[in-house]
């Protein structure tokens, strides 16, 4: 919370993970936060995402709104108060646990909003707040990327934008109403017929279309088009694309834009299922642990990976048996992940253009000069060890530097047994992940089961297998786990 | 005739002072006390902790974490809620947000729109997961834990400990912890008080005296024992308040001034913790709640009489005179944990529930008309000042 007057931090609230969208109700009695990534939790459980409610009056916490089965919550749109003030959240319903196989079959991600009630009153312990999920795809089709979302005055339209999909939907309040009234909620968040009782249109736009927002007349509504540099303007009496407006970007595509088009557009899947940019939101990770290698329920599962920073760490994948990122962004997505054609040359040269050069986040936790803290000091010495606190050797292949080295990433791009597969695992061998933002990257180890980076060692190291670290203290643990957070 | 006149003047006027003043010494009294037991829906009889949030009451029991709202229980929250153990044993809430930080003996839970986030040895930097106190200060939660001390940067996610291998801890075992300003004082059984500077980043111990015995030599000669169960800082007073097994000690910064059941009206030398605020420092004790009013040097106790269900005050005068009064409600238990203050009411927690205690100035004023054994203005205390060591 800032005062505007002064510039000054006047206090600062938890959010989730990965913050996205800050929304002040009509009556400026709540604020609300969407967040991208969702709660850290046990990796055989669906995922909880969380809408933070703020009092806006006493600037306190009020609420924090759970999204059950849901992940990446952008844009938040209150509707008028006529209809009740509910919000509308876009979101995306990962099918994780299940194997990535059935893609054939659909169903693995499903995009919809979230129907949210706020509690009007100070909640005393339970989410007051009541949820509903809805889904905005077709059965034969899907609109991966709900990200922008507005309400005419009236309410009786709402526009929502499909950002992997480049469409704009528009559907018809008092329809969708009925169609919360006639389907139980439990059902809803899974039934792929929902859209098509409410949803009046469905209009193309631009690429990337992100947000949208509707004249005070409510006759027409501007969708910004990211990855276009344009509008497209909506007529919504007639509804249909009434012009779209250029706001003057390059007009030569680069390799770099037109990879991130690529990145962010879900056409090339089947039946428009998701795109690159799904299962990696802001070209990051999904915070989650899919079942992707194998098509047996439960094997294999593997933590998602950052894509920040990614160039020169191949092999890829967590059995490092990508060799390159041609590889895995050209026959393999096509073949295990899209169930497509894929990407053509031309375009998987762009594509891999664009995920080269997605850089790192700026680092939160090291100081602007590059001077370390004392724990980051002391960290840093434990880091690069040779000896444990009683003075014996460590070996070579036990010390942090040998598999994380500096100089490439802090990977030495090489498979090695830390001991943390389980009975689930084909293999043990895994490829050594790279840990620049490290921090930014949970849940950790190959399967997602370490929530925290304590955890890789305070639960996962009982026998030294990734690393000498049972002689040290929790102090030095801490003062560790400082270092890494500068890398 | 002028003379005689100023000389009336004079009389009128030094009557009134001291009439006055009379009256202004004597301490306000709670003669009301509505009690929380299991019988009203408490989890467990057990109350380690109460802390007081607004209208707001969190207790913190052997079997849960308690919201009391509207004088009853509104919510009580278990294991099974989040919580990550039944015995809850420090609450705090973060005046900026509006959360509560819980220390029980599982770790600290961050409890936060309904939610809990919890964090253990094993999961984050904690040092231990048997936690007793926590305060909130700034951005920074800080945690007494069996180990030693533990900090969290609520900004940053950077746990930072302390104990005997980087602090001057006699023992590590931490009971309590009380922010007062650029300092932070600590409760260490066994191992005295500790003050952390926050802005320069260091330790101070204060232990006994000639560091030969547990306790002091001498009535005022330094921290009255070093098994310090608690800590208080009076941020009107500026004085912080230990509580120990062996008695009662206040430090002004230059000056010690202890208390013992033998020369005060401490209803036990047996303190599990303090609170002060404005000139009243109160001490929770094995054998009921004492109250001192630190400038008059008087003393107020309340236990539960013989008599069931009614209530015992015992006022100690500064001349040592005790004066015992009755009220027809008790505190749950003598067996006192921990209390809170909201506004002229205080809440106590008890080994046989928890108490709100109530003032009612028209009750105190007939109490004090009752009472056979009035102050004069000749008791009057001297000031601690004077009083000397």
Known sequence: MIDLASGTEIKRFSTHRYPEQVALSRDGRRVYVSNILPHLGSYDQPPVSELLALDATKQVVAERILIPGAIELRHIAEAPAQLGGYLLVPLVRPKNLGPLIRVSQGWVLTHGMAVVRPALHEPVGEAESKVTEVLLDDIDYYFAGNDGVAFTPDGRRVIITSAEANVVSIFDTAKLARRLQQVPAEELADRLDSALTFVVARLATGHNPTAVVVSPDGLRAYVANRLDDSLTVVDLAHLKVASTIDLGGPKCITPMRRGEQLFFSAKYCFQGQFACGTCHPNSHLDGLAWNLETPQLGRDRVANRTLRGIRDTAPYKWNGRNPDLATQCGPRIAKFLFRSEGFNTQELEALLTYINNIPLAPNRHLAPDGQYTEAQERGKAIFYRRHTNDGRVIPVQSRCETCHPAETHYTNRISTEVGSATKYDTSGLLDTPQLDRVYEDAPYLHNGEALTLEEIWTVFNNYDTHGITSDMSKEQLNDMIEFLKTL | ?389
């Open chain 2, 1 to 389: 005739m002028k003379s005689t006149a100023k000389k009336t003047l004079l009389a009128v006027i030094v009557l009134l002072a001291t009439t006055g003043f009379a009256w202004a010494q004597k301490p306000h009294l709670i003669t009301r006390w509505e009690n929380y037991t299991t019988a009203s829906g408490m989890p467990d009889a057990k109350v380690f902790c109460v802390t007081v949030d607004g209208s707001r009451v969190w207790a913190g029991t052997e079997d849960g974490l308690v919201l009391i709202e509207n004088g009853k229980v509104a919510k009580v929250f278990k294991p099974e809620d989040g919580l990550p153990h039944r015995a809850v044993m420090g609450i705090a809430v973060d005046k900026n947000t509006g959360d509560l930080w819980i220390a029980t003996f599982g770790g600290v839970s961050h409890f936060s729109g309904g939610h809990f986030e919890n964090f253990k040895n094993l999961t984050s930097g904690l040092l231990n997961d048997i936690c007793y106190g926590i305060a909130v200060v700034d951005q920074y939660v800080w945690v007494t834990t069996t180990a030693g001390v533990s900090r969290y940067n609520t900004y940053t996610g950077e746990w930072t400990n302390w104990s005997e291998k980087n602090a001057p801890f006699h023992e590590p075992w931490s009971y309590g912890v009380a922010p007062a300003g650029d300092k932070i004082y600590f409760a260490i059984w066994g191992g005295g008080l500790l003050e952390y500077d926050v802005k320069g980043n260091y330790w101070k111990p204060y232990t006994d005296p000639d560091e030969e015995m547990e306790m002091v030599l001498f009535r005022n000669q330094g921290l009255v024992h070093i098994i310090v169960s608690n800590v208080a800082w009076n941020p009107d007073t500026k004085m912080v308040w230990a509580s120990t097994y062996f008695g009662l000690s206040g430090y002004d910064g230059r000056n010690w001034h202890n208390y013992l059941t033998k020369d005060s009206g401490l209803a036990s030398d047996f303190i599990n913790a303090p609170k002060s605020r404005r000139n009243e420092v109160w001490a929770c004790t094995d054998k009921g709640l004492s109250m001192l009013d630190y400038p008059t040097n008087t003393w107020v106790s309340y236990r539960p009489s013989q008599q069931k269900g009614q209530g015992e005050i015992e006022i100690t005068w500064p001349n040592g005179k005790k004066e015992k009064l009755a009220t027809p409600t008790a505190l749950a238990h003598n067996y006192i944990l921990n209390m809170d203050f909201q506004g002229e009411d205080i809440w106590v927690a008890t080994a046989q529930g928890l108490s709100h205690g109530i003032r009612e100035p028209q009750k105190e004023a007939q109490l004090y008309a009752n009472a056979r054994n009035h102050r004069s203005p000749g008791d009057l205390a001297p000031s601690h000042s004077q009083k000397g060591d």
